[in-house]
């Protein structure tokens, strides 16, 4: 199969500050770095684009061409080049450019690799689906992840020679998508296909496998149309890629919160099972009450945890819904520009976004439970720990007023003894030494004091609480 003019436009963003991570200079010039790597793997080039740039440009503007001014030719903000690759018996010209920007806290690199529509003022031959495999050797244009990389869209735009059976437009875009791939790669599968300023377009790329999402766009030009409203809104589809991966992203995020939640609810509810369940007659000795407090140290800061945990998903909510209006602000920027219909676009903030937005509602209405469940379980366990230590604090008291009242009592009465025994006591039977006074007083005083504390014992013990009648 035979296309004409093949064009890769790769869109690529990235975080370029973040509270929540460590910026280091590697990080910060990755999208930059990438751009030069994929330029001197598809043509042997050095494009050195972050030397080229000034990412300090026009600090409190939120979209900046941050091409330096220097470098800027006939007001373009972006950087050309262009190169030969050899094709079995002839060598074809391979154009492009690379546009940086920083858009609201990200950068965005646009790269574009083409084969032109005119050579020497004469139209370019049409080449083999295969070609555009050479626009991407070593599948350089999937951009490795990074902690700062937010994500991509790769569009690949095409002029069809004269096929109109839309069965075989089909065939042309999934063939089209198998070539810009190495073989045996896990390709994105078919979304959905519509038409875009007149010409068919397809989306690859399903959120139900978001672990190996990737977003493309395969859109073949028909006629003209297509091409010059391209170009009269480039900015304004940027933009609402730019919007598109954020929201994405903020799902994709979203999905590794809501693992990390549902874990902690089942920690919870195992926190729930262990707590002991006390009634009137149960006896506290069976509570460890080591444990239980152990566990009304650790809960607190599991709770904040939790509550952490749930905060971020509701960050990730608010992160889907700006950006899920301000992707339908541009779509009416580039309704105004075109005046076409552009409903395939929209079905991304209609639908998707919407679904994202429901699902993150709906987790939030579980796992908000789980937090409650927390307060509960730690007022449970207070409330045991302060029974138990109340139980043990009367069990102590009776232990001293027993104690007290028997060595209190043997005390008197080794007193009295003492002063009524004068000599050495001996039994009727012959003891070899009589038993002297002192171990005689001692002796009464022992007796006397096992005598009182089971008297003590015996008036001290709880009495059980006797029912009611009605």
Excluded at 64 to 82: C, G, M, P, R, T
Excluded at 350 to 376: P, T, V
Aim: net charge negative.
């Amino acid at each position: 199969m035979k296309i004409y003019a093949p064009n890769i436009h790769l869109f690529a963003f990235q975080l370029y500050k973040s509270a929540n991570i460590d910026v280091t200079p590697t990080d910060k010039n990755f999208l930059w770095n990438t751009g030069d790597k994929i330029v001197d793997i598809t043509l042997h080039q050095d494009l050195h684009l972050h030397q080229r740039i000034d990412v300090n440009k026009e600090p409190n503007s939120p979209r900046v061409d941050l091409l330096n001014e220097k470098e800027v030719i006939d007001d373009n903000y972006a950087v050309s080049f262009d190169g030969i690759t050899f094709d079995q018996n002839q060598n074809l010209l391979i154009e492009g450019f690379a546009h940086p920007l920083r858009l609201y806290d990200s950068y965005s690199l646009w790269l574009n690799l083409r084969r032109p529509e005119r050579e020497n003022n004469n139209k370019t031959d049409d080449v083999d689906i295969l070609f555009i495999r050479k626009l991407n050797p070593d599948n350089c244009l999937t951009v490795k992840d990074n902690p700062l990389f937010i994500g991509q869209t790769l569009l690949i735009t095409a002029w069809l020679t004269g096929v109109r059976d839309r069965k075989i437009i089909q065939q042309i875009a999934n063939e089209c998508l198998k070539s810009v791939f190495p073989d045996n790669y896990l390709l994105p599968q078919l979304n959905r296909q519509g038409e875009l300023f007149g010409s068919p377009i397809f989306e690859y790329g399903l959120f139900s496998q978001l672990s190996n999402y990737q977003h493309v766009l395969i859109w073949l030009f028909a006629d003209e149309q297509a091409d010059d409203k391209l170009n009269q809104c480039y900015q304004e589809l940027l933009d609402l890629f730019f919007f598109r991966a954020k929201a994405v992203k903020a799902y994709k995020d979203s999905r590794e919160i809501y693992k990390q939640l549902d874990l902690g609810y089942r920690f919870i509810e195992t926190i729930i099972e262990k707590i002991p369940e006390l009634d009137n007659n149960q006896s506290t000795k069976t509570v460890n009450l080591t444990d239980l407090k152990d566990q009304l140290k650790a809960l607190p800061q599991s709770s904040l945890t939790y509550t952490h945990l749930l905060r971020n998903l509701e960050e990730y909510q608010n992160t889907i819904a700006i950006n899920a209006y301000n992707y339908a602000e541009r779509l009416q920027q580039i309704h105004d520009i075109t005046g076409e219909n552009i409903k395939f676009l929209e079905i991304f903030s209609e639908r998707n976004c919407l679904f994202f937005q429901q699902q993150i509602n709906a987790d939030l209405g579980y796992f908000r439970h789980g937090s409650e469940l927390l307060s509960k379980a730690i007022d449970s366990i207070r409330g045991i720990v302060e029974i138990e230590q109340a139980e043990r604090d009367r069990s102590l008291e009776r232990t001293i007023q027993v104690l007290g009242i028997a060595f209190g009592g043997g005390a008197i009465v080794s007193g009295v003894v003492t002063g009524h025994i004068d000599k050495p006591f001996a039994p009727q039977i012959n003891f070899k030494y009589p038993v002297h006074p002192l171990v005689s007083s001692l002796l009464w005083s022992v007796f006397a004091t096992v005598i009182f504390g089971m008297v003590a014992w015996w008036v001290t013990q709880p009495k059980p609480k006797r029912n009611k009648q009605k």
